[in-house]
T-cell receptor, first 113, second 115 residues
């Protein structure tokens, strides 16, 4: 049973435009969400996070939006750059077990010139 | 300096063999983890240790045995390797702050291929 889902395995965006990556979750106990970025042959690196008490968190070109009623979050990257090309993983955890991250299967983003 | 390092990066071995993967972190973190990323790219937690104590043990076969000699190291030993163990194994670490969320820092991964 996959509790965190990224239904788009890939996304292709032109440089300078907005990239929107989506993530859905099923467990209503999740209250902290993270996005990780992964380049080939490297480990995932933390990008941005959001607590369930917020509906938006922004860090430079990256913004995460959380819609608790829909159990949906999204990562917006604007403007997109070729260096953003990577696999993006959504992850979630719950307050009763903050160490346990449940990951989605990732979305491969390609930013072309 | 590498924050979370793993050795080896690649490991090719025969079915039935026993192998170990080593992980070290120099971040001063209290908690370390092992994850498995299978062929479907699904990244799933296997174990976590806090100050050498086992905290999370997911439904992993007992052929997998983590060992934490100190809080900077968490090694993974796998007995009687099977074809289905082929995957990329990631080590990670984080600060332990009860009641607070902390991001996890990942190593570069070890690609294990069982023939």
């Amino acid at each position: 049973d996959q509790q965190v889902k990224q239904n788009s395995p890939s996304l292709s965006v032109q440089e300078g435009r907005i990239s929107i990556l989506n993530c859905d979750y099923t467990n209503s106990m999740f209250d902290y969400f993270l996005w990780y970025k992964k380049y080939p042959a490297e480990g995932p690196t933390f990008l941005i996070s959001i607590s369930s008490i917020k509906d938006k968190n922004e860090d430079g070109r990256f913004t995460v939006f959380l819609n608790k009623s829909a159990k949906h979050l999204s990562l917006h990257i604007v403007p997109s750059q070729p260096g953003d090309s990577a696999v993006y993983f959504c992850a979630a955890s719950a307050s009763y077990n903050t160490d346990k991250l449940i990951f989605g299967t990732g979305t491969r983003l390609q930013v072309f010139p | 300096d590498t924050a979370v390092s793993q050795t080896p990066k690649y490991l090719v071995t025969q079915m039935g063999n026993d192998k170990s993967i080593k992980c070290e972190q120099n971040l001063g973190h209290d908690t370390m983890y092992w994850y498995k990323q299978d062929s479907k790219k699904f990244l799933k937690i296997m174990f976590s240790y806090n100050n050498k104590e086992l905290i999370i043990n997911e439904t992993v076969p007992n052929r997998f045995s983590p060992k934490s000699p100190d809080k900077a190291h968490l090694n993974l030993h796998i007995n009687s390797l099977e074809l289905g163990d082929s995957a990329v194994y990631f080590c990670a670490s984080s600060l332990a702050s009860p009641g607070f969320y902390n991001e996890q820092f990942f190593g570069p991964g070890t690609r294990l291929t069982v023939l």
